[in-house]
Protein backbone atom coordinates (compact mmCIF):
# COMPACT_ATOMS: atom_id res chain seq x y z
CA UNK A 1 0.00 0.00 0.00
CA UNK A 2 2.78 2.39 1.09
CA UNK A 3 4.32 1.78 -2.55
CA UNK A 4 1.97 2.30 -4.21
CA UNK A 5 1.19 6.06 -2.54
CA UNK A 6 4.58 6.72 -3.41
CA UNK A 7 4.10 6.32 -7.09
CA UNK A 8 1.10 8.18 -7.02
CA UNK A 9 3.35 10.96 -5.70
CA UNK A 10 5.63 10.30 -8.23
CA UNK A 11 3.32 10.47 -11.02
CA UNK A 12 1.21 13.52 -9.45
CA UNK A 13 5.14 15.54 -8.88
CA UNK A 14 5.82 14.39 -12.66
CA UNK A 15 2.73 15.89 -13.95
CA UNK A 16 2.95 18.70 -11.87
CA UNK A 17 5.95 19.69 -13.38
CA UNK A 18 5.50 19.30 -16.88
CA UNK A 19 2.22 21.57 -16.44
CA UNK A 20 4.33 24.02 -15.13
CA UNK A 21 6.53 23.68 -18.40
CA UNK A 22 4.05 23.75 -20.63
CA UNK A 23 2.09 27.03 -18.63
CA UNK A 24 6.09 28.45 -19.34
CA UNK A 25 6.08 27.63 -23.08
CA UNK A 26 2.73 28.90 -23.47
CA UNK A 27 3.50 32.21 -21.75
CA UNK A 28 6.26 32.48 -24.18
CA UNK A 29 4.30 31.61 -26.88
CA UNK A 30 2.10 34.36 -26.43
CA UNK A 31 4.94 37.01 -25.64
CA UNK A 32 6.08 35.89 -28.81
CA UNK A 33 2.68 36.78 -30.51
CA UNK A 34 2.47 39.77 -28.95
CA UNK A 35 5.39 41.09 -30.46
CA UNK A 36 4.64 39.48 -34.11
CA UNK A 37 1.66 42.04 -33.70
CA UNK A 38 3.55 44.68 -32.68
CA UNK A 39 6.14 44.23 -35.68
CA UNK A 40 2.82 43.95 -37.74
CA UNK A 41 1.51 46.81 -37.00
CA UNK A 42 4.36 48.61 -37.30
CA UNK A 43 4.65 47.58 -40.59
CA UNK A 44 1.39 48.27 -41.32
CA UNK A 45 2.31 51.72 -40.52
CA UNK A 46 5.05 51.56 -42.62
CA UNK A 47 3.39 50.29 -45.97
CA UNK A 48 0.90 53.33 -45.04
CA UNK A 49 3.71 55.56 -45.08
CA UNK A 50 5.45 54.45 -48.25
CA UNK A 51 2.28 55.02 -50.17
CA UNK A 52 1.42 58.52 -48.87
CA UNK A 53 4.91 59.52 -50.17
CA UNK A 54 3.71 57.65 -53.55
CA UNK A 55 0.68 59.58 -53.69
CA UNK A 56 2.45 62.67 -52.62
CA UNK A 57 4.97 61.89 -55.61
CA UNK A 58 2.19 61.45 -57.81
CA UNK A 59 0.33 64.26 -57.08
CA UNK A 60 3.43 66.56 -57.88
CA UNK A 61 3.48 65.12 -61.21
CA UNK A 62 0.14 65.27 -62.41
CA UNK A 63 -0.15 68.96 -60.49
CA UNK A 64 3.13 70.64 -61.20
CA UNK A 65 3.58 73.63 -58.86
CA UNK A 66 2.89 76.77 -60.66
CA UNK A 67 6.15 78.50 -59.38
CA UNK A 68 8.31 75.88 -61.51
CA UNK A 69 10.08 77.59 -64.20
CA UNK A 70 8.86 77.01 -68.12
CA UNK A 71 10.84 75.48 -70.60
CA UNK A 72 9.99 78.08 -73.17
CA UNK A 73 10.68 80.99 -71.15
CA UNK A 74 13.98 79.81 -70.77
CA UNK A 75 14.97 78.84 -74.34
CA UNK A 76 14.06 82.45 -74.99
CA UNK A 77 16.45 83.47 -72.44
CA UNK A 78 19.20 81.44 -73.38
CA UNK A 79 18.63 82.23 -77.31
CA UNK A 80 18.83 85.63 -76.52
CA UNK A 81 22.18 85.24 -74.42
CA UNK A 82 23.50 83.24 -76.88
CA UNK A 83 22.64 85.75 -79.86
CA UNK A 84 24.98 88.65 -78.47
CA UNK A 85 28.27 87.28 -77.76
CA UNK A 86 30.40 89.92 -76.00
CA UNK A 87 34.04 90.97 -76.80
CA UNK A 88 37.00 90.07 -74.83
CA UNK A 89 37.61 93.09 -73.87
CA UNK A 90 33.99 93.02 -72.24
CA UNK A 91 34.20 89.91 -70.71
CA UNK A 92 37.42 90.81 -68.86
CA UNK A 93 35.52 93.62 -67.57
CA UNK A 94 32.51 91.87 -66.43
CA UNK A 95 35.13 89.17 -64.98
CA UNK A 96 36.66 92.25 -63.20
CA UNK A 97 33.75 93.39 -61.95
CA UNK A 98 32.50 90.36 -60.33
CA UNK A 99 35.63 89.51 -58.46
CA UNK A 100 35.76 92.87 -56.68
CA UNK A 101 32.19 92.95 -56.09
CA UNK A 102 30.37 89.25 -56.27
CA UNK A 103 26.74 89.30 -56.30
CA UNK A 104 25.15 88.97 -52.51
CA UNK A 105 22.23 87.93 -54.18
CA UNK A 106 22.88 83.96 -54.55
CA UNK A 107 23.31 84.46 -50.61
CA UNK A 108 20.06 86.06 -50.10
CA UNK A 109 18.53 83.46 -51.97
CA UNK A 110 19.48 80.22 -50.37
CA UNK A 111 16.50 78.79 -48.95
CA UNK A 112 17.07 76.76 -45.54
CA UNK A 113 16.49 73.04 -44.36
CA UNK A 114 15.20 71.52 -41.74
CA UNK A 115 17.88 68.83 -40.49
CA UNK A 116 16.91 65.14 -40.35
CA UNK A 117 16.89 63.66 -36.67
CA UNK A 118 19.92 61.57 -35.74
CA UNK A 119 18.93 58.20 -34.67
CA UNK A 120 20.81 58.97 -31.56
CA UNK A 121 18.20 61.96 -31.16
CA UNK A 122 15.45 59.98 -32.16
CA UNK A 123 15.89 57.72 -28.59
CA UNK A 124 16.70 60.46 -26.55
CA UNK A 125 12.90 61.55 -27.13
CA UNK A 126 10.20 60.53 -24.38
CA UNK A 127 8.58 57.05 -24.97
CA UNK A 128 5.35 59.24 -23.54
CA UNK A 129 6.04 61.90 -27.04
CA UNK A 130 6.96 59.05 -29.29
CA UNK A 131 4.09 57.01 -28.84
CA UNK A 132 3.68 54.75 -32.01
CA UNK A 133 5.37 57.22 -34.31
CA UNK A 134 8.56 56.00 -36.19
CA UNK A 135 11.82 57.03 -36.92
CA UNK A 136 11.46 56.81 -40.60
CA UNK A 137 7.97 58.69 -40.48
CA UNK A 138 9.14 61.38 -37.81
CA UNK A 139 12.08 62.39 -40.81
CA UNK A 140 9.50 61.70 -43.64
CA UNK A 141 7.60 64.62 -41.66
CA UNK A 142 10.86 66.62 -41.92
CA UNK A 143 11.29 66.23 -45.06
CA UNK A 144 7.32 67.17 -46.18
CA UNK A 145 8.25 70.58 -44.29
CA UNK A 146 10.99 70.97 -46.06
CA UNK A 147 9.55 70.33 -49.34
CA UNK A 148 6.53 73.31 -48.12
CA UNK A 149 9.44 75.44 -47.32
CA UNK A 150 11.12 75.56 -50.89
CA UNK A 151 7.92 75.52 -53.06
CA UNK A 152 7.02 78.52 -50.24
CA UNK A 153 10.29 80.52 -50.44
CA UNK A 154 11.19 79.53 -54.25
CA UNK A 155 7.96 81.59 -55.28
CA UNK A 156 9.15 84.05 -52.60
CA UNK A 157 12.53 84.43 -54.07
CA UNK A 158 10.93 85.31 -58.07
CA UNK A 159 10.32 88.32 -59.82
CA UNK A 160 6.75 89.08 -59.11
CA UNK A 161 6.45 90.25 -63.12
CA UNK A 162 7.24 86.46 -64.44
CA UNK A 163 4.85 84.90 -61.77
CA UNK A 164 1.72 82.96 -63.42
CA UNK A 165 -1.61 84.42 -61.70
CA UNK A 166 -1.70 81.28 -58.99
CA UNK A 167 1.95 81.95 -57.68
CA UNK A 168 1.14 85.81 -57.53
CA UNK A 169 -1.87 84.77 -55.13
CA UNK A 170 0.26 82.48 -53.15
CA UNK A 171 2.96 85.35 -53.21
CA UNK A 172 0.21 87.74 -51.52
CA UNK A 173 -0.45 85.14 -48.85
CA UNK A 174 2.86 84.38 -48.15
CA UNK A 175 3.37 88.38 -47.43
CA UNK A 176 0.31 88.81 -45.36
CA UNK A 177 1.43 85.70 -42.88
CA UNK A 178 4.59 88.07 -42.54
CA UNK A 179 5.12 89.71 -39.27
CA UNK A 180 8.29 91.56 -37.70
CA UNK A 181 9.09 88.50 -35.57
CA UNK A 182 9.28 86.47 -38.55
CA UNK A 183 11.81 88.95 -40.35
CA UNK A 184 14.86 87.14 -41.97
CA UNK A 185 13.20 83.62 -40.46
CA UNK A 186 11.72 80.46 -42.68
CA UNK A 187 8.54 79.56 -41.65
CA UNK A 188 5.44 77.75 -42.84
CA UNK A 189 2.03 77.56 -42.18
CA UNK A 190 -0.60 74.41 -42.57
CA UNK A 191 -1.88 75.95 -45.59
CA UNK A 192 1.51 75.90 -47.35
CA UNK A 193 1.78 71.84 -45.70
CA UNK A 194 -1.39 71.77 -47.55
CA UNK A 195 0.07 73.28 -51.15
CA UNK A 196 3.20 71.60 -51.54
CA UNK A 197 2.89 67.83 -49.80
CA UNK A 198 -0.18 65.56 -48.65
CA UNK A 199 1.06 65.39 -45.42
CA UNK A 200 -1.83 64.80 -43.24
CA UNK A 201 -2.30 67.64 -40.30
CA UNK A 202 -3.78 65.62 -38.13
CA UNK A 203 -3.12 64.13 -34.35
CA UNK A 204 -0.15 62.43 -34.67
CA UNK A 205 1.25 65.44 -37.02
CA UNK A 206 0.90 67.06 -33.91
CA UNK A 207 3.20 64.84 -32.07
CA UNK A 208 5.53 64.86 -34.63
CA UNK A 209 5.75 69.10 -33.98
CA UNK A 210 6.29 68.30 -30.29
CA UNK A 211 9.25 65.90 -31.40
CA UNK A 212 10.62 68.56 -33.45
CA UNK A 213 10.88 71.11 -30.82
CA UNK A 214 12.18 69.12 -28.13
CA UNK A 215 14.95 68.15 -30.83
CA UNK A 216 15.25 71.83 -31.38
CA UNK A 217 14.35 71.77 -35.27
CA UNK A 218 10.96 74.13 -35.38
CA UNK A 219 9.58 76.67 -32.92
CA UNK A 220 6.08 78.25 -33.34
CA UNK A 221 5.08 81.31 -33.56
CA UNK A 222 1.08 82.59 -33.12
CA UNK A 223 -0.69 85.47 -33.91
CA UNK A 224 -3.36 86.37 -36.19
CA UNK A 225 -5.07 83.55 -36.07
CA UNK A 226 -2.35 81.51 -37.59
CA UNK A 227 0.00 78.92 -36.47
CA UNK A 228 3.97 79.30 -37.72
CA UNK A 229 6.31 76.66 -37.76
CA UNK A 230 9.81 78.49 -37.87
CA UNK A 231 12.82 76.64 -38.53
CA UNK A 232 15.81 76.73 -35.87
Known amino acids: M ?43 ELEEFFLEDLRDGQHLKDNPPPHLPRKGHHTAHSSLNSSVAPSQGEAKQ ?20 MEYITTQEFDSIPQYMKGR ?65 QLKTDKRFQSMLSMLRHCQRLRELRGGGLTRYVLL
Open 2 to 44: YAKDADKRKILLKTGQDIVATNGLLNQLEALIERQRNNLSCLK
Open 94 to 113: AQDARDKDPPPKAQRNLIRE
Open 133 to 197: VTYSQLNAAVQSINTAVKGKYSILHQPTKTMSSAARKLYQRFKDEETKDTKGQFFVVEEDLHEFT
